[in-house]
Structures are given as C-alpha cells and as structure tokens.
C-alpha cells in the first residue's frame, strides 16, 4: 500500500504512550484528544478476525466520534462486514493500518454509505484502509452521497458494482490508492460531482469501465486525472452516459493493454463534453480499439503532447473546435 500513516496516526500511538492502558480498556470506548474524539474500534467489540460480523461495533464507533467529530481507527486485522456502515455526520476520519487493516464488506449491498444525499455532509476522510469484495457483488463497497471536502487516500478496493460510487460529490480528491480484481461496472463511477481529483492511483483488471467521467442527471465539471497508472481494463476513463463533463484535465497517466469490448473503445472515450484538455499522456494498445477518442458530440477539447501507439486507431478527432497537435502516434 503507498504512504505511510499520516499525522493522525502518529497522534493515536502518542496518544497510547501518554495514556497507556486507558484507550484499551473496555470501560473507555471514547476518548478526547484536544477537541477531537478518538475511537478504537475494537473498544468497541470488533474482532477484527475475518470470521465475527463486526458491523454493530464500527457502527457504534461511528456514531459515538461524529458526535463531536474526531478518528476512528482501525487496527491491523480483517473486519468483517455483513450490513452496511452508515456514516451521516461530517469531520470523521476512518483510519487503518495499510495493507495490514482489511475490511471484508457486504456483498449485496453498500458497504460504507456515506451521506443521505439530503443533507449536505462535510468533512470525511478515508485512509490507510483496504476494502474487499470476495465477488463482484451488487453495490458499491463505498458509496458517497451529497458529500464536500472529502479525501480518500492510500486505500485499496476490490469487487463491487463500482469500488467508489460518487453522486454529488464535490471539492474531493481520491489519491495514492489501488484498484484491483475487477469491479462489475467502474472502478470509481462520478455522477453530478465537481472539483475532483484522482490522483497516483493505480488501476488493473477490471471487466468494464475503470473511470466513468460522466453518468446520472446532471453535468461532471472539474474533473482531474493526473498521474494514474490504468492496465487491462475495457476502457480507461469513459465520460458517457449523462448529459456531459464540463472542464477537465487527464494528464500525466499511463495506459497499458486496455481492451476494447467491441462498443466502447480503450483508452480514454469523451462523449458529450467539452473543455476536457488531455495531455502528456502514455497510451498504449494491443492493436485494436481506439487510443483517444473524441466524438462529434464534444467540444472545444485539447489533446497535446500524448504518445500513442499500437492501437486500431490511435487517435479519432471527430468533435468541435479542438485542438490536436505535438502528439507522438506510431
């Protein structure tokens, strides 16, 4: 797992050597660090042993930190999840231990639902977590709804609808994180977000869509890509499906053998959108497909400085008013 734990980890283990046996006392399942709550969620009756349902306690250790906001932490362990955790109040942090904290979540359903998509939720943060799925399920291991200032960093997902579904989401960033054993739809699906970005993630085998750019009622718009490693997928980055993405940057990523399905093409396919600038990108094919689409129903898109190779097409500029030029295709 990339990174190392951050600032709020290091606070928990100082926090245990200034108070050593009272944060693992069954007695004290909360405690106060300055003006933030701490929990440890086994305080809170998780095992934490891939056998025991451990949903009731972190959903205890949920409900009691976001009454004032503050961390709940998970130690090294695999955590079972047969229900849905459901977070509904903002500033809460969910924190792991890397590659060490694993949390097995539900198969027909969300995992951890995170707003109601009435109330506006703020503050959240996921990190150092790595979320499991044994098959592709039916919904989504994490699922954010109607959510600002939001931060998913240093995860890993597999299995699922879509790993991350994102509906409304907005000013957030996905970074550091890896995506892997396929997903039955996209790897991260927006709908009606803005001011995104995904960023240093890595992305590999999945059976559809690994970024869905564009789905639901409303417009996409701000949407970064940068730094991303995507392999064997059946289209990289997709924005379809809706009614358009509206300002956005992919750059800096690396593709590799994404395959096509004989509908949608590999690569990145823009559809419906404009003012998307996709530059200094590294994409290559496996003699099929298209590398960089653009259709007749987008506009004003930038594609400069990409190197391009061994697709069917490499390139395919049917859209408006774009500007197609210093790109490398052989």
């Known amino acids: 797992m990339p990174g190392v734990l951050n600032a709020e980890l290091e606070g928990i283990t100082a926090a245990r050597v200034r108070l050593g046996s009272q944060l693992s006392s069954p007695a004290r399942n909360e405690l106060r660090i ?33 009454q004032f906001g503050g961390v709940v932490y998970f130690p090294a362990g695999r955590y079972r999840c047969l229900g849905t955790v459901t977070v509904l109040r903002g500033n809460l942090t969910l924190l792991g ?12 359903g969300v995992g951890f639902d995170v707003g109601d998509g009435v109330t506006l939720l703020q503050l959240f943060t996921m990190q150092n977590l790595v979320l499991t799925r044994t098959n ?8 954010m709804r109607l959510v600002a200032q ?3 960093v ?64 409303a417009l996409n718009v701000d949407i970064v890509v940068i730094g991303c490693r995507f392999t064997n997928g059946v ?35 823009l559809q419906q959108s404009e003012r998307v600038a996709i530059t200094g990108n590294s994409l290559v094919g496996q003699g099929a497909g298209t590398g960089i689409l653009i259709t007749a ?20 500029d049917l859209g408006t008013a774009d500007v197609v030029a210093d790109n490398i295709s052989y």
């Open 235 to 269: 289209t990289a980055i997709a924005a379809s499906g809706g009614p358009g993405l509206r300002g956005a940057t992919i750059t800096g990523c690396v593709f590799r053998g994404n395959l096509t399905n004989g509908i949608r093409i590999d690569g990145i396919a």
């Open 34 to 66: 300055g003006d933030a709550a701490l929990a440890n969620v086994r305080d809170f009756g998780a095992v934490g042993d891939g056998v025991a349902d451990d949903t009731a306690a972190i959903q205890l250790a949920v409900d009691t930190v976001t």
């Open 150 to 152: 939001w931060r998913i």
């Open 154 to 217: 240093d995860c890993g997902f597999s299995g699922g609808d879509n790993c991350i579904a994102l509906e409304a989401a907005s000013i957030g960033e996905i970074r550091g994180c890896i995506f892997g054993d396929r997903a039955a739809n996209a790897f991260v699906l927006f709908g009606n977000c803005a001011v995104v970005t995904v960023a240093d993630c890595y992305f590999e085998n999945n059976g559809a869509t690994v970024v869905h750019l564009q789905f639901g009622a």
């Open 297 to 316: 129903l987008a506009d004003h898109c930038t594609v400069l400085g990409n190197i391009v190779r061994s697709f069917g097409t490499n390139i395919s």
């Open 97 to 108: 231990d890397g590659m060490h904290t694993q949390i097995m979540t539900r198969e027909d």
């Open 136 to 143: 592709v399920g039916t919904s989504s291991p994490l699922r």
